[in-house]
């Protein structure tokens, strides 16, 4: 019924920048949260950031600064832009809807931070 696709990982430098993009289509409703989460190997999957339908926002402790969660309701889209990369944030980033108590991810984009 929700379908998530996200874009934008690749390999980037330390200290460089990034932009995930993530188009959800399906049976979208109004209150809905979505956000980013990512997985490094051999880590549990954890949540980056988070925004709510207004606007509000939220981020671990380890990227805030640094990563700017993103949406744009009409077009049914969540970005996260990346600076400052470091080698700590290499993980599979998947993007996330949650509405009326049911979560759904999409498959995940790869972002590699290396020199």
């Known amino acids: 019924q929700v379908q998530l696709v996200e874009s934008g990982g690749g390999l980037v430098q330390p200290r460089g920048s990034l932009r995930l993009s993530c188009a959800a289509s399906?049976?979208?409703?109004?209150?809905?949260?979505m956000g980013w989460y990512r997985q490094a190997p051999g880590k549990e999957r954890e949540l980056v950031a988070h925004?709510?339908?207004?606007?509000?926002?939220t981020y671990a402790d380890s990227v805030k600064g640094r990563f700017t969660i993103s949406r744009d309701n009409p077009k049914n889209m969540v970005y996260l832009q990346m600076n400052s990369l470091k080698l700590e944030d290499t993980a599979v980033y998947y993007c996330s809807l949650s509405q009326f108590g049911m979560q759904y991810w999409g498959k995940g984009t790869l972002v590699t931070v290396s020199s």
């Open positions: 399906g049976s979208i409703f109004s209150f809905n949260t």
């Open positions: 925004i709510f339908r207004a606007g509000s926002t």
